[in-house]
């Protein structure tokens, strides 16, 4: 359950993220744990490798198989995972045989890793030679980061064991018996509480990425959400199942979640800190530009926290075209592409959308075109040092061929699409140039959504419900943005949804909202589909299979490791596994 991590191996060579930033690259050697801590240095250093897996849960690569890679937008209706034959946790989640013999350990190996390097970072702060204010704010860092870390394992397992500060080894009796679930969201809490009473609001220069009082809170705010939502009340996928009712879920319902949860996202906003980024002017005309451009920028007034990362091709290397030197893979479903709305922001199933089948990219939510890359998307390329805009086909029809011909649907992506969403439109991975990017792992629409989404649940959908809604839409160039007035607690709980799905796209979110809000049983359970496009003597769309999704029950929530339960066999595992 908890590996013995060596100090050495945590300093030998951290995980390069920004430069000049606290996690350069650092190299060490002939470390133990007195040189460690009694040395400033190599104790902050300890700390800031803590860090570097903060972002491993909604990572693009976090199903890592030799060369193919995906995340969790593989896992779900998001997106198709590259070469169908594999057997990376993507596929078993796409085809349902995911089982606690093959499950990935990753969300129960790692947080339990970085929760036992913290408690060991705080057992040893008061000998460390740091001044008194710098132990009060690195105290602060390692109790959100702890409470990161049981977050992570919350949301895909339910209550786990909370061991404290204790700091375990192979000796010892380590605790075979899982929390409650009010327990481990008491805890949480409690930890990020801890972090925001001496942590500055935001971070700056060199310390941004850090935690800062606004991570905590948001924290706070996204962990309230999922504790009000259905998944985790009224016993959750255990009802009726004594002893793992209350371990999951809360074994009651009660509706005051919601407003404290709507509280707790109402508390980030009122820190006045953070603000949707928004650009009208770098592209003139270009509505929603700021959208697209606030993925390219390293700081920027949405990101509340980040994953810091050097100088980078990361994205360009995995999402982008084969011909721009992508992987293309994993590449959306046509269910993803559908749900953006048009321009107008009424979805393309509302008669009066003006959404037309034979033209079905055009006047779309500018969101789709800085998400997707589909037939016909124009892309800027470099020659002779001078940018030209070149037009992407997906077929090899077109007269005369084009060089994006090996793109094309069949052969570069099994859907017809390609992920746009964070890849810098300025670098191409093989040709010259990097990002300055960093990734998100909490931003402030996640905010505005979250409130939107609780105050909702509680009240119903009041005029600040509206307002979250609306900045959002007004932000990605939706024109109206406004949504109908007069809407139901239910027809805004639709409207919030929809939203969610296409504003946080691929960003780790959508996996496990479906389940919270328990409806994977039928987004995750249903044939997926992609689109061929024929420029014969007239362009026509034909829609066609690529992959049956299956979801069991049980896929609610992730079945913990085998090899942890064999080793700790009072584990009790979770339902219908």
Same mark, same amino acid.
């Given at each position: 359950m908890y590996r013995i991590l060596s100090i050495v191996g945590f300093l030998v060579i951290f995980q390069a993220c920004q430069k000049s930033g606290f996690l350069d690259q650092t190299t060490t050697t002939s470390l133990n744990e007195e040189s460690t801590f009694s040395d400033?240095?190599?104790?902050?250093?300890? @700390?800031?490798?803590?860090?570097?897996?903060?972002?491993?849960?909604?990572?693009?690569?976090?199903?890592?198989?030799?060369?193919?890679?995906?995340? @969790?937008?593989?896992? #779900?209706?998001?997106?198709?995972?590259?070469?169908?034959?594999? &057997?990376?946790? *993507? /596929?078993?989640?796409?085809?349902?045989?995911?089982?606690?013999?093959?499950?990935?350990?990753?969300?129960?190996?790692? &947080?339990?890793n970085n929760i036992r390097a913290a408690n060991q970072f705080l057992k040893h702060l008061p000998v460390i030679p740091f001044s008194n204010s710098l132990k009060q704010t690195s105290k602060a860092e390692a109790h959100f980061l702890r409470g990161w870390y049981y977050f992570m394992l919350l949301e895909h397992y339910g209550g786990v064991p909370i061991i404290g500060d204790s700091i375990y080894t192979t000796e010892d009796q380590m605790p075979q018996t899982r929390n409650a679930f009010s327990s481990v969201?008491? =805890? /949480?809490?409690?930890? #990020?509480?801890?972090a925001a009473a001496y942590l500055p609001v935001t971070q700056t220069g060199s310390n941004y990425g850090r935690a800062s009082k606004g991570a905590a809170l948001a924290l706070k705010s996204r962990l309230l959400l999922?504790?009000?939502?259905?998944?985790?009340?009224?016993?959750?996928?255990?009802?009726?199942?004594?002893? @793992?009712?209350? /371990?999951?879920?809360? $074994?009651?319902?009660?509706?005051? +979640?919601?407003?404290?949860?709507?509280?707790?996202? +109402?508390?980030?906003?009122?820190?006045?800190?953070? &603000?949707?980024?928004?650009?009208?002017?770098?592209?003139?005309?270009?509505?929603?530009?700021?959208?697209?451009? @606030?993925?390219?920028?390293?700081?920027n007034t949405e990101y509340i926290l980040a994953h810091m990362m050097e100088s980078n091709k990361y994205l360009e290397s995995l999402w982008d075209v084969p011909s721009?030197?992508?992987?293309?893979?994993?590449?959306? !479903?046509?269910?993803?592409?559908?749900?953006?709305?048009?321009?107008?922001?009424?979805?393309?199933?509302?008669?009066?959308?003006? =959404?037309?089948?034979?033209?079905?990219?055009?006047?779309?939510?500018? +969101?789709?075109?800085?998400? /997707?890359?589909?037939?016909?998307?124009?892309?800027?390329? !470099?020659?002779?040092?001078?940018?030209?805009?070149?037009?992407l086909y997906w077929n090899t029809k077109v007269s005369p061929a084009v060089a994006a011909s090996g793109d094309a649907v069949h052969k570069g992506t099994?859907?017809?699409y390609y992920i746009f969403k964070m890849i810098d439109p300025d670098i191409i991975n093989n040709g010259i140039g990097t990002s300055p990017r960093c990734l998100p792992l909490i931003r402030y629409a996640e905010i505005l959504l979250n409130y939107a989404e609780a105050q909702n649940e509680s009240v119903g959908p009041d005029n600040s419900v509206y307002q979250a809604i609306e900045a959002i839409r007004q932000r990605a160039g939706l024109r109206p943005y406004t949504l109908p007035e007069g809407?139901?607690?239910?027809?805004? %709980?639709?409207?919030?949804? %929809?939203?969610?799905?296409?504003?946080?796209?691929?960003?780790?979110?959508? *996996?496990?909202?479906? +389940?919270?809000?328990?409806?994977?049983?039928?987004?995750?359970?249903?044939?997926?589909?992609?689109?061929?496009?024929? %420029?014969?003597?007239?362009?026509?769309?034909?829609?066609?299979?690529? %992959?049956?999704?299956?979801?069991?029950?049980?896929?609610?929530?992730? $079945?913990?490791?085998?090899?942890?339960?064999?080793?700790?066999?009072?584990?009790?595992?979770?339902?219908?596994?």
């Open positions: 400033s240095a190599n104790a902050m250093a300890f @700390l800031n490798n803590i860090y570097s897996n903060m972002g491993f849960a909604s990572d693009p690569k976090r199903f890592n198989g030799g060369s193919y890679a995906a995340g @969790l937008e593989a896992s #779900c209706d998001e997106a198709e995972g590259p070469n169908a034959s594999s &057997s990376n946790g *993507f /596929i078993q989640f796409a085809t349902g045989t995911v089982n606690p013999t093959v499950v990935p350990d990753d969300a129960w190996r790692a &947080s339990y969201v008491n =805890y /949480i809490l409690d930890e #990020c509480d801890s999922y504790a009000a939502s259905p998944l985790f009340n009224d016993g959750g996928i255990a009802k009726g199942i004594d002893g @793992l009712d209350s /371990i999951v879920a809360y $074994p009651d319902t009660d509706p005051t +979640r919601w407003a404290k949860a709507a509280e707790a996202a +109402r508390n980030v906003i009122a820190l006045n800190a953070y &603000s949707l980024y928004v650009d009208s002017t770098t592209v003139s005309g270009q509505l929603g530009y700021g959208f697209m451009d @606030l993925f390219t920028k390293r700081y721009r030197g992508g992987s293309g893979g994993p590449v959306p !479903y046509q269910e993803m592409v559908d749900a953006f709305p048009m321009a107008n922001g009424l979805p393309i199933t509302d008669p009066n959308s003006g =959404y037309d089948p034979q033209n079905p990219y055009k006047n779309r939510d500018p +969101r789709l075109d800085y998400s /997707i890359i589909h037939d016909s998307t124009l892309r800027i390329t !470099y020659g002779a040092n001078q940018p030209t805009p070149v037009t099994a859907t017809g809407m139901d607690q239910g027809q805004m %709980r639709e409207a919030i949804r %929809r939203e969610r799905r296409v504003e946080l796209a691929f960003e780790g979110f959508r *996996f496990f909202d479906v +389940r919270r809000w328990m409806i994977a049983d039928s987004t995750d359970n249903q044939m997926m589909h992609g689109m061929e496009v024929d %420029r014969g003597t007239t362009v026509s769309y034909n829609e066609f299979n690529v %992959r049956k999704h299956n979801f069991k029950k049980a896929m609610y929530l992730w $079945p913990l490791p085998l090899s942890e339960i064999s080793k700790l066999p009072g584990l009790k595992q979770n339902p219908l596994y």
